[in-house]
């Protein structure tokens, strides 16, 4: 079982809504990411957060928008997206430091109408 | 620039077969971090093996190794006695940028294994 929880597990939802992606970890991991994955490619970074700060932000459009209410929780939240952002969402934690792995949550498969 | 290249966007083996899987990377920094991780249909990415830069000795992790070579900017991933569960994704990946907190992805490999 992953120690990384992502919800919801699938999500539909139409260009108007809006809707947040969840993401826990219990590892007392202080940097967290979130990727995103289109089919058949590598998963690319969009935000990492080290000790609760937005730290890196790869020029993501401003329709996601993260935060991190505490060490444990990581939220993307989503409004107006094109169908075009469909994809998988990936979580992940780490110790900080050049030789932690990252410790990826199950994903959300989100899908824009 | 790509920073991690993979080759072989798919391999075939066969069961109880050894396969490798090829990883190169380019960076400028002496200091940084080669990882591996396999990604099932399933979609969870699970973290297989770890390189640092500055160990001497090849990193193992059960039937995992790691070739690497440094001076040709290597990481080549080595699975032993393949197993059925072993058809997967592997994407080889480097940390990189200040305080090496970007882990970048190169394209991966489709694995896949047969009776």
């Known amino acids: 079982d992953t120690e990384v929880t992502q919800t919801p597990k699938h999500l539909v939802m139409g260009m108007t809504n809006k809707k947040s992606l969840k993401c826990e970890q219990h590892?007392?991991?202080?940097?967290m990411y979130w990727y995103k994955q289109k089919a058949k490619k590598p998963p690319e970074l969009m935000f990492v957060?080290?000790?609760?700060?937005?730290?890196i932000n790869e020029s993501v459009p401003s329709r996601f928008s993260p935060e991190c209410p505490n060490s444990s929780l990581l939220n993307l939240h989503l409004h107006a997206l094109q169908p075009e952002d469909s994809a998988l969402y990936l979580c992940?934690?780490?110790?900080?430091?050049?030789?932690?792995?990252?410790?990826f949550g199950n994903g959300t498969r989100l899908t824009v109408t | 620039a790509q920073k991690i290249t993979q080759t072989q966007p798919g391999m075939f083996v066969q069961e109880k077969e050894a396969v490798t899987l090829d990883c190169t990377y380019d960076?400028?920094?002496?200091?940084?971090?080669l990882f591996w991780y396999k990604q099932p249909s399933s979609g969870e990415m699970i973290f297989l093996i770890y390189q640092g830069s500055y160990d001497q000795q090849n990193a193992t992790e059960g039937r995992y190794s790691l070739n690497f070579q440094k001076a040709r900017k290597s990481a080549n991933l080595v699975i032993s006695a393949s197993q059925l569960g072993d058809s997967a994704m592997y994407f080889c990946a480097m940390r990189e940028g200040a305080g090496f907190q970007k882990l970048v992805f190169g394209t991966g490999t489709r694995l896949l294994v047969s009776p």
């Open positions: 992940a934690s780490s110790e900080t430091g050049r030789n932690s792995p990252l410790h």
């Open positions: 960076t400028s920094d002496p200091s940084y971090g």
């Open positions: 590892m007392g991991h202080r940097a």
């Open positions: 957060y080290s000790y609760e700060k937005l730290s």
